[in-house]
């Protein structure tokens, strides 16, 4: 079985500063970990993934999120925010070796920006 | 999204009736999903296909039933719609598990 946890329902920045999106998962085999985005009204856009390559995985508009085996956690993080990376962000895992490829989803983060 | 269409994008439908949601992709990605988002729940996956008239049901399946007759298209039915059915209805493609899915645009359904 497999699960997911994001330890914070809500995450308030200002821009310009660090962002931490934190998340925990439970996976019964080796793990795909996935970070999506919505902005709100839109569909999900895939940020980054780890597919058992490097630990550290670099993204699209400067997120990365590193995996962490001892401590099952695959936090997202970039350096300064923008006010555009206000969204809801989910963090997703994927049992490697079923055969459907089912996706586990957090039940979200929405990242606040403030000027 | 490239690739991904659904349709329609919204809908209200009185309780009781059937509705049918359309999933259609032009990737010939093997496999396709349809999942609900509800506050404080995250995506559910409803059920997933892998492969022309290989479907099996997800963690939220009563209520609902899909249909796929060819790669590019997955059918979801509500086949009497609910209140509870009210949701955003998501559909994604994937052409394996470890790369991820691509999502469409979602339909908003609305069941009065």
């Known amino acids: 079985a497999q699960s997911v946890t994001q330890l914070d329902s809500h995450v308030s920045v200002s821009e310009g500063t660090p962002v931490l999106l934190r998340c925990n998962y439970s996976?019964?085999?080796?793990?795909?970990l996935f970070w999506y985005v919505q902005h709100p009204n839109k569909g999900l856009q895939l940020l980054l993934k780890y597919t058992s390559a490097a630990t550290l995985v670099k993204g699209i508009n400067g997120f990365e999120a590193e995996f962490k085996k001892s401590e099952t956690s695959f936090h997202l993080t970039k350096p300064s925010a923008h006010m555009s990376d206000a969204a809801e962000y989910f963090c997703?895992?994927?049992?490697?070796?079923?055969?459907?490829?089912?996706?586990?989803f957090g039940q979200g983060t929405i990242l606040t920006v403030h000027p | 999204d490239a690739g991904i269409t659904q349709s329609p994008r919204h809908k209200v439908t009185e309780t009781g009736t059937p509705v049918t949601l359309r999933c259609h992709q032009t990737?010939?990605?093997?496999?396709m999903y349809w999942y609900r988002q509800d506050p404080g729940h995250g995506l559910r996956l409803i059920h997933y296909?892998?492969?022309?008239?290989?479907?099996d049901k997800g963690e939220v399946s009563d209520g609902y039933s899909v249909s796929r007759s060819k790669t590019e298209d997955f059918l979801l039915t509500l086949e009497s719609a609910t209140s509870s059915q009210t949701s955003v209805y998501f559909c994604?493609?994937?052409?394996?598990?470890?790369?991820?899915?691509?999502f469409g645009s979602g339909t908003r359904l609305t069941v009065v």
């Open positions: 996976s019964s085999y080796s793990p795909s």
């Open positions: 296909s892998y492969g022309v008239k290989d479907t």
């Open positions: 990737e010939n990605h093997r496999y």
């Open positions: 997703v895992v994927s049992e490697r070796g079923t055969s459907y490829g089912k996706l586990t």
């Open positions: 994604a493609i994937s052409p394996g598990q470890e790369y991820g899915y691509t």
